[in-house]
């Protein structure tokens, strides 16, 4: 079972991705409203996987991405964005995250990137 | 100087129009109409956003109650029992509606407007995102789907404050 840290401003994505995982049968052991909340969190918790939001306040996803990667080089982290510019998708890539989830989100999809990171964790709906 | 932001915003607009559209096929609704807002009211349920860079946009998104209803249903289908969630919820509805679409429209904007910044979602009183669209070269639609509707408006500004 994996454990999972969820960050984004959005009540309603964190909630939504609380249900999936659930369903999928995963644990989420945190949530951060921010960059800099996921930052502290991450070290608290160490989770095996993070779901990172890119536009938020304080501090953006990328940065955040940054800043855990600096002190965790083995964490994984995929981005869940509606932001379908390629470029800050790209940057996320280059910075170190495992890949993208876009919103809305679909279970299929988060499922799909779940696997590719943890390969040998195949999850069926 | 009119004509340039005129052009502007009806190329913005354009693109959350079909992005819009996009979101509503998404989520299995059906688009009856897409008209005017010459009235430029706004719903219950409003927020903005700002684009900066090298001209200002503020986007602003109005649902109605029925599609707020019909998009609650959709994302959580019968997960929430607990009326508080379920308020805090709603209410974020609208900031997420509007991340979403005009996040993803952002793909689909001409070649200078793809490096404009967005901002976090912005709740204002009616009155005051009423005077952006006033006080600036602004443009409004309708979209009419079957779990309700969806106002879109856009104004380009050098000052988008509506003080």
């Known amino acids: 079972m994996l454990n999972i840290m969820i960050v984004d401003d959005s009540t309603i994505i964190r909630r939504m991705l609380v249900i999936e995982f659930e369903k999928i049968g995963y644990q989420v052991v945190a949530q951060a409203k921010s960059g800099k909340e996921a930052v502290a969190m991450y070290a608290e918790h160490i989770p095996d996987l993070v779901t990172m939001d890119i536009t938020m306040p304080i501090m953006n996803g990328i940065d955040a991405l940054k800043e855990i990667k600096k002190n965790f080089k083995n964490a994984k982290v995929i981005m869940v964005t509606s932001h379908g510019e390629e470029k800050l998708v790209m940057e996320a890539i280059s910075s170190g995250a495992k890949g993208y989830v876009l919103k809305p989100i679909k279970q299929e999809k988060l499922v799909e990137v779940i696997n590719k990171v943890f390969p040998g964790l195949r999850n069926d709906q | ?163």
């Open chain 2, 1 to 163: 100087m009119t004509n340039n932001k005129k052009k502007s915003v009806n190329l913005i607009l354009d693109c959350v129009k079909e992005e819009s559209k996009s979101f509503f096929e998404d989520m299995l609704m059906d688009v009856l109409e897409v008209e005017d807002n010459q009235n430029s009211i706004l719903y219950d349920h409003t927020v903005l956003v700002f684009l900066t860079g090298i001209k200002k946009f503020t986007i602003l998104m109005s649902i109605d109650n029925e599609l707020l209803k019909t998009l609650f249903d959709k994302f959580f289908q019968n997960n929430i029992s607990n009326n508080k969630e379920k308020n805090e919820l709603m209410n974020d509805m609208p900031n997420e509606v509007i991340n979403m679409i005009v996040g993803l429209s952002i793909r689909n904007f001409p070649l200078e407007y793809k490096e404009l910044k967005l901002s976090v979602p912005v709740k204002l009183s009616k009155a005051n995102m009423l005077k952006i669209l006033e006080k600036n070269v602004s443009q409004s639609i309708k979209i009419v789907s079957d779990g309700g509707s969806l106002i879109c408006a856009v104004a380009c500004s050098s000052n988008t404050n509506p003080k």
